[in-house]
């Protein structure tokens, strides 16, 4: 079975500052998708980036970066120019792919960011 | 854009009641998932289902029950509920295997 290990529960950054959120997951599957989910307070998740691990290039959106190394099974997220609207849980997620059926996410236990003014 | 619609944002039952939680989906998409989110313990998946009248049990299924009869709607059911299943419940869909899931807003269940 999969984990998804998330070791920060709580972090916080100064608005227009970088920060990195850690992601640790733990497989023996060689092909997979890793996602980083956001949910702001009493607001629907969303998908932030998404990365295959077949691909060696890492997955970038805007501000938002990973830092992906398949051999230490480590996804980090790094958040650029933070600003207050990223303030919300930030969800680790792992996907097993196969040539059929479902392969549901399992999730990390999540990371707490609060950008501060 | 994908709409996950649930139909409570909060709903407060009484112990032993039978709940439905009702999730729907506007874009033809083959899965659909329900988790329960508490603090601490992230995301946990209750049940799946990959297609109409499909279902597979997730990793905390013990306690629910599932209904999916069209394509587009996925029922969760505490067919007794108690208070350990007070929590958030989450529904989420996706088009294929592949492809990243999209949320409902969630449904904040109370049970007294």
Known sequence: ?117 | DVKVTQSSRYLVKRTGEKVFLECVQDMDHENMFWYRQDPGLGLRLIYFSYDVKMKEKGDIPEGYSVSREKKERFSLILESASTNQTSMYLCASSLTDSQPQHFGDGTRLSIL
């Open chain 1, 1 to 117: 079975a999969q984990t998804v290990t998330q070791s920060q529960p709580e972090m916080s950054v100064q608005e227009a500052e970088t920060v990195t959120l850690s992601c640790t997951y733990d497989t023996s599957e060689n092909n997979y998708y890793l996602f980083w989910y956001k949910q702001p307070p009493s607001r629907q998740m969303i998908l932030v980036i998404r990365q295959e691990a077949y691909k060696q290039q890492n997955a970038t959106e805007n501000r938002f970066s990973v830092n992906f190394q398949k051999a230490a099974k480590s996804f980090s997220l790094k958040i650029s120019d933070s600003q207050l609207g990223d303030t919300a849980m930030y969800f680790c997620a792992f996907m097993k792919l196969q040539s059929a059926g479902n392969t549901p996410l399992v999730f990390g236990k999540g990371t707490r960011l609060s950008v501060i003014a």
